[in-house]
């Protein structure tokens, strides 16, 4: 009865106290963690984090909060902290947020599916938690043998535990302990490691055990509520031994734990873990909140003589309000050169660059602007700059040297693309020579001339726009490191131009004369399926657009006129244009109106979507089009080619090859312009005349031989998954699905 009072005395205090609690807020009857981003994070231009818990139950909401906190700052000690984004951080504590309310709530469900009683799990969780506790402060390496002499017997102790319950925990933690180290768990870290780029070394191995083993005992320590309240008589304190009162902290006697994040440094330099109790100020720690049924965990020394010792408790972390961070100094002015910009500060000036331009830059186009920075970021930190006034020529020799030491394809692979500029080189280098080692044609090094240039070019209008901004940067210059521009007579022989006569054989693929089945186009069989696969080629062939233009369409895209069925090429939701230019109207092609593109139209409307071609969107996470598109059907092309008939830039050599047939069929070069939305070469075309219209280009376009004429109309029919409106396979799982099939694994 006691214990139940204690308790129901400690649940009124919490509630009285809900909405004071720090970093914890409620909004209707969800509750919100909004905790302040420290100033480490620099690339983020927002100074507060805002998630919502997705539950409403406050019990379980104030333990997730104390171990948002504590990863908050044990983020902000990593030394890439600056270069994390605010999306990064907060795609980071949703997938943590996530795997918190599953782990709490499948234990929940799980008692009440077996029926036992909330006695017997508290107990049982207190147990399990401490093993999990002992073995993230002491490792899977080292056997404890619970003796008195045992460090973490005296832990166990501390805590207030019989020696029943030691016995228990002892057993549980040899067979745990052994299960970290069997072939089947680091199989698992491997895979994790891999997935978040770690380099899988046996010291990155144990930090990361220790950090799962950290939050399993999290949660299984942090929110006794779960299992709902306990009766009456309830004797779960009597379970555990009295507490005694410590002669010496159990942290001292044990000796120090692994750090607690696992270390992203390839080098393996040791991880920063979240400081002591001891060092942080009193401001930024909020009293815990203890629970009669769990055992206390092992409190600082001191700390016995200031208030009386609690019922065995659970070990809630240290509830941060804000981690301690220094102001950064004051920026030095100097009237004439301005102010000093740190290197920290780089991205979110690179940021703003992105949206000052953000309405007539392309998406792209931020993106290869920020990729350049953040390159240029990197070598500068190598080279020891702090603060754009130290930067120098021989710096922007450096990065120059970079572009030429890395794959060209990096691009292309997640991982790549999240490496530092030296772990890129480290692992370019390191592809080479394992290529060389298995006899296979090793990967390209260095980025092509025209990269280079844009990069290069990124960077400059960077620099000028924070000079521009009145941030102290040197006269530098570009001169000598931009590899030399093609010359217009060479410009012809970048890009192939495939006539009709080699774009026939392209038609006679499995996916136009028969295809085995939806997943595989490139076999013979006796299918058809109508797709962007089976549309989009023509298209391109016939009308010459850039990839984007026509992968991103929408249904409403396609309209009937008075000259007959068209496509409208404008900006919509799905993609914007390269230019004013790029908005035109084109004429259906008579060959894809022969092969029932308009019947195609109407069934993709009919399913009620908005886009002309859905099996390129995800439905998870937001993908370009174009890219999908040449990912599925330019491996199959190359199959059926063969390497003795490809040609170089595949898809966009298709926009080449039309404007070369039209010109030799003696198309005026100012109409090829206009039905390719291409800015005009003289002053007649741009300012005098306008574009031309559907009858010009109908007639233009009659001078394009038939490439498809073999082929016979067939009755619609599209892809499985596209008339079922479900994923596409290439999609795969979310985040959140491939966490949840690991932890079933």
């Known amino acids: 009865m006691a214990v139940h009072v204690l308790r129901q005395v400690h649940k009124d205090s919490l509630m009285a106290a809900r909405h004071r609690i720090a970093n914890l807020t409620r909004r209707g009857n969800v509750f919100y963690w909004r905790a302040r981003v420290p100033s480490a994070f620099t690339s983020n231009q927002r100074s507060h984090l805002a998630l919502s818990l997705r539950h409403g139950d406050h019990t379980k909401a104030k333990s997730m909060v104390r171990r948002l906190n504590m990863l908050l700052a044990e983020l902000a000690e990593e030394d890439r902290a600056r270069m994390t984004s605010r999306e990064q951080l907060e795609d980071l504590f949703r997938t943590e947020i996530e795997r918190m309310n599953e782990s709490i709530d499948d234990l929940a469900f799980a008692a009440r599916r077996t029926g036992s009683t909330a006695e017997d799990n508290v107990r049982a969780d207190i147990l399990i938690g401490w093993v999990y506790r002992l073995i993230q402060l002491f490792g899977t390496g080292r056997p404890m043998r619970f003796d008195a002499s045992c460090p973490a017997r005296h832990v166990l102790e501390q805590a207030g535990f019989a020696e029943s319950q030691i016995s228990e925990i002892a057993a549980t933690f040899d067979q745990e302990r052994k299960e970290c180290r069997t072939a089947y768990f680091e199989g698992f870290l491997k895979s994790e490691m891999n997935a978040h780029g770690l380099k899988d070394t046996p010291l990155n191995r144990e930090r990361a055990t220790q950090q799962i083993m950290r939050a399993k005992a999290d949660v ?10 306990l009766s009456t008589d309830s004797d779960v304190a009597a379970l555990f031994g009295a507490p005694k009162q410590p002669q010496t902290s159990a942290l001292e006697t044990a000796p120090s734990p692994a750090p607690a994040a696992a270390n992203t440094n390839p080098d393996d330099a040791p991880a920063i873990g979240l400081p002591s109790l001891e060092q942080v100020p009193p401001a930024q720690v909020s009293a815990p909140a203890y629970s009669a049924s769990v055992p206390a965990s092992p409190t600082p020394k001191g700390a016995a003589s200031q208030q009386p010792q609690p019922a065995p408790a659970s070990a809630p972390a240290p509830e941060v309000i804000a981690p301690a961070v220094e102001s950064p100094p004051a920026p030095v002015i100097d009237d004439e050169k301005g102010v000093d910009l740190p290197l920290s500060q780089f991205i979110t000036e690179c940021d703003a660059l992105m949206k000052s331009n953000q309405h007539h830059w392309e998406e792209a186009t931020a993106k290869d602007v920020k990729v350049a920075v953040t390159m240029l970021v990197g070598v500068l930190e190598e080279q020891g700059i702090t603060h754009s006034s130290q930067m120098r020529q021989i710096h922007l020799g450096k990065l120059r040297e970079h572009f030429d030491h890395i794959l060209t394809n990096y691009g292309r692979s997640p991982r790549l693309r999240s490496l530092g500029t030296a772990a890129l080189r480290a692992a370019s280098a390191e592809a080479v020579r394992s290529h060389k080692e298995a006899g296979k044609e090793p990967p390209k090094l260095g980025l092509g001339p025209t990269t280079i240039r844009k990069h290069l070019a990124n960077i400059n209008t960077f620099l000028t726009y924070i000079k ?10 570009m ?9 217009l007579s060479d410009a012809r022989r970048i890009t192939d131009k495939p006539g009709p006569e080699q774009l026939r054989p392209m038609f006679d693929m499995p996916l136009y004369t028969g295809c085995k089945s939806a997943t595989e186009q490139e076999l013979t069989g006796p299918h058809i ?19 984007n233009e026509v992968a991103g369409l929408a249904v409403k895209d396609v309209v009937k006129t008075s000259q007959g069925w068209a496509i409208d090429i404008r900006p919509n939701q799905f993609r914007s244009l390269k230019n004013a230019s790029s908005a035109r109207m084109l004429p259906v092609p008579d060959e894809v109106l022969r092969l029932n593109f308009i019947d195609y139209v109407e069934a993709i409307k009919a399913l009620r979507y908005d886009a002309l071609f859905p099996e390129l969107f995800a439905k998870s996470r937001r993908t370009d089009p174009g890219d999908r598109f040449y990912k599925d059907f330019v491996p199959k092309l190359h199959q059926h ?38 800015l005009g070469s003289d002053e007649t075309s741009m300012r005098y005349t306008n574009r031309a219209g559907l009858n010009v280009i109908k007639d233009a376009l009659e001078k394009y031989p038939s490439v498809t004429n073999h082929l016979e109309p067939q009755p619609i029919r599209l892809l499985p998954w596209v008339e079922a409106r479900e994923a596409a396979p290439w999609e795969g799982r979310t985040k959140g699905e491939r966490l949840r099939r690991i932890r079933r694994v």
Do not use: C
């Not at 399926?529 to 990839?547: C, D, E, I, K, T």
């Open 220 to 229: 299984l320590l942090g929110a006794p509520d779960r299992y709902g309240p």
């Open 468 to 477: 521009g901004r009145g941030y102290n940067v040197p006269n530098l210059t």
């Open 479 to 487: 001169d000598g490191l931009r590899p030399r521009k093609p010359k």
């Open 529 to 547: 399926f109508h797709s962007a696969n089976y549309f989009l080629p023509m298209l391109m062939v016939y009308l010459g657009p850039r990839r």
């Open 641 to 678: 080619l063969g390497d003795a008939e490809r040609w170089n830039r595949v898809l966009h050599a298709l926009r080449h090859g039309f404007a070369d047939t039209l010109k030799q069929a003696l198309v005026h070069p100012s109409i090829i312009s206009d039905i390719a939305g291409r």
